[in-house]
């Protein structure tokens, strides 16, 4: 069961919704609130009817050699397969091949830092996931290896070309949802209270996250000095579109949105809806941050005892004083006085960089071929590997 109807007595009340945005917006939060993912959810709920070692493979293969290699598939995975397999109208072969390579004019440290200070720290400022990680015993051990994971799953994402059907993007996308589904059922297994904080990872929090992998990390990049021009965001977000819809995102939640203005339109709404960060979440966000710290060091050239102190910074600076205050996140203002002038120095070098056409393409083309040459190499099983299948660790 994905559904319930009742507004969640944790959440924001409906009049406050419905005063501040609408009775529409309002109405369509008590959908979001209350709706998980239904074709992801009955194929679990299959699986869990059928036997787990007999659904695993039939799902695996289905994901990686499409609906047509499966022969007499259970009615939920064949539901689910033929959904993904139709695209939206959007998409084209500019968007898969294309629309993404901006994301590849930044280094990867920029990226794991965005990720961490900016995306997965607002991500964990959402009560609900804070609870669905401490209900399934994940909230603090495992904080370095989902980070790891998670940027594994979206550099592979955002490859050009790799959201084609069974292509190594489009696998690990739906892979990440399967996890999702998965995360789910375990958490109502486990005593997760919906009537309190909605249905566990429903349709608010994962457009909520895909404005973190989007809107906060693209602004948290250009407060590091790397930029994106207005065409490039409008690509970019067009790209994460198909993402959202592999996800299993409502369209509603997420399509039409072509720049910050727009995202933070949607995105206010979904905050409205959120609800106060709690100790678990800044358990999780201290935790995060601890774990990519000394990316800091060789990155931005700074002494070992100013790697953290600088992270903080750094977020304070994505966040801003209130979330960096609920989130238990202290000021740091030596590290932040010596950050401007190396966020200074780094927004120079990227400008004489975009300046020569050629340069820039290059810069991109090896970005992309080192993460290609990455991916070629034999690695552990991701959580949204095992995820996928009904294997958790």
Do not use: C
Request: glycine share 8%; no cysteine; charged share 20%.
């Amino acid at each position: 069961m994905t559904v319930t109807t009742s507004w969640p007595v944790g959440r924001s009340a409906h009049g406050t919704v419905l005063a501040q945005f609408g009775e529409g917006r309002a109405d369509l939060m008590r959908w979001a609130l209350t709706t998980g993912d239904p074709l992801a959810d009955a194929v679990v709920a299959e699986m869990h009817e059928i036997g787990l070692s007999r659904a695993r493979p039939i799902l695996a293969r289905g994901i990686r050699e499409g609906l047509a290699s499966l022969d007499d598939p259970p009615p939920a995975v064949a539901a689910f397969l033929a959904d993904v397999e139709t695209p939206p109208p959007y998409v084209d072969d500019t968007l898969l091949d294309r629309l993404s390579l901006p994301f590849f004019s930044s280094p990867t440290p920029v990226h794991i830092i965005s990720l961490s200070a900016g995306a997965l720290v607002r991500v964990y400022e959402s009560p609900s996931i804070a609870k669905v990680l401490s209900t399934t015993g994940r909230l603090v051990d495992r904080a370095e290896r989902r980070l790891t994971e998670t940027g594994t799953w979206l550099t592979q994402a955002m490859l050009p070309g790799s959201l084609r059907r069974g292509g190594p993007g489009y696998v690990a996308t739906l892979d990440v949802r399967m996890l999702h589904a998965h995360m789910r059922r375990l958490a109502r297994d486990r005593g997760y209270d919906s009537s309190v904080d909605g249905v566990p990872i429903n349709q608010a929090d994962l457009a909520r996250t895909w404005m973190d992998f989007t809107l906060t990390s693209y602004q948290a990049e250009e407060l590091l000095g790397f930029d994106l021009t207005g065409r490039e965001l409008a690509g970019l977000y067009r790209y994460w579109w198909y993402l959202g819809h592999l996800l299993g995102i409502d369209a509603r939640l997420i399509e039409g949105i072509t720049d910050h203005e727009g995202a933070r339109r949607v995105d206010d709404l979904i905050q409205s809806v959120t609800g106060p960060a709690t100790d678990e979440s800044a358990r999780l966000a201290d935790a995060t941050l601890t774990s990519v710290a000394s990316l800091l060091q060789g990155f931005l050239r700074l002494p070992p005892r100013l790697t953290r102190p600088a992270l903080d910074a750094i977020t304070r600076r994505i966040h801003g004083t209130r979330m960096s205050r609920d989130l238990h996140i202290p000021a740091a203002p030596l590290a932040d006085a010596l950050l401007t002038p190396a966020v200074a120095s780094l927004g120079v070098a990227r400008a004489r960089r975009r300046s020569s056409p050629h340069r820039w393409d290059a810069t991109v083309a090896a970005n992309v071929a080192a993460e290609r040459q990455r991916f070629a190499q034999p690695g552990d099983p991701t959580a949204y590997d095992r995820g996928a299948t009904g294997s958790h660790d």
